[in-house]
């Protein structure tokens, strides 16, 4: 049964950081792609960043790309997102996610199968 445990959220001042963590179990982590997404008070669920693999290969979202920076710890079935230069708008619940192909994590909701309970960043102006 896969488990995902997200943690690392708190409540932070504009131009601030946080680091989330991502602690997987019950499947091979290292074989499949990761995705993290976030919700904000109001708004739907927005995609915000994937890796597949090793840490060579990742993408982001514009609206934080330069800012964000995900990275995964295979040897300890982890997965991280360094916020930085956060901005109020970066205020959301935060999620880790499974995708359902291994080779994927899009953009899309649908394209994963299992979430973690969320971590929950604040970031005040």
Known sequence: QVHLVE????SVQAGGSLRLSCAASGYTYS??????????????LEWVARICYDN??????????????????NTKNTLFLQLNSLKSED??????AHPISRSSASTSRSDYDYWGQGTQVTVSS
């Not at 943690?7 to 708190?10: F, H, Q, T, Y």
């Not at 205020?91 to 880790?96: E, H, L, N, R, V």
């Open 91 to 96: 205020t959301a619940m935060y999620y880790c």
């Open 7 to 10: 943690s690392g959220g708190g």
């Open 56 to 73: 060579s290969v990742t993408h982001y979202a514009e609206r934080v790309k330069g800012r964000f920076t995900i990275s995964r710890d």
């Open 31 to 44: 074989s499949y792609c990761m995705g993290w997404l976030r919700q904000a008070p109001g708004k739907g």
